[in-house]
């Protein structure tokens, strides 16, 4: 499948009581979500991640705090921010993902598009370069 990486804005519904993000399967998200987690009480000077998945698609939001999110596929490398539940970066296909610089406040809500399944991981950064058609 075609890998691709982008961030998605979300309308915020905002009043005087304070504000709202509702996200719906097929508009904000384009995928059936099958399964959430949220990654929370991570260290600053802790990274995680450094795999790929194959089929998986995803949506990161941190709903708390912030969060930078390394990703690779084909042949682009580019860091984004995530500090604000406004937004989302959509993750999908063959992209190795790391995650940096989390704050002390950081909760990242992910909504994937499959079951957990470990067989989806690449967790090699040299086959992850054999699959992405890059050496290694
Ligand atoms: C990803 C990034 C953004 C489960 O049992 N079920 C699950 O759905 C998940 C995601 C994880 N786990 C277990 C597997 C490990 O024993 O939770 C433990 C920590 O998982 P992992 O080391 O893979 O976590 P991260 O933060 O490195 O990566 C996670 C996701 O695994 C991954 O799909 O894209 O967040």
Redesign the pocket.
Known sequence: MNSEVKIIDFTVHGDIRGSLVALECTKEIPFTVR?V?Y?FGTKADVS????A?RK?K?L?IAVSGSVTILCEHGTEKKKFQLDSPDKGLL?EGLVW?E?HDFSSDAV?L?L?SEY?SEGD?IRDYGEFLRENGCGG
């Open positions: 399964r987690y990654i995680r991640g450094f795999h998945h998986l995803q990161l993750i993902r995650m990242l992910v994937a957990y991981y």
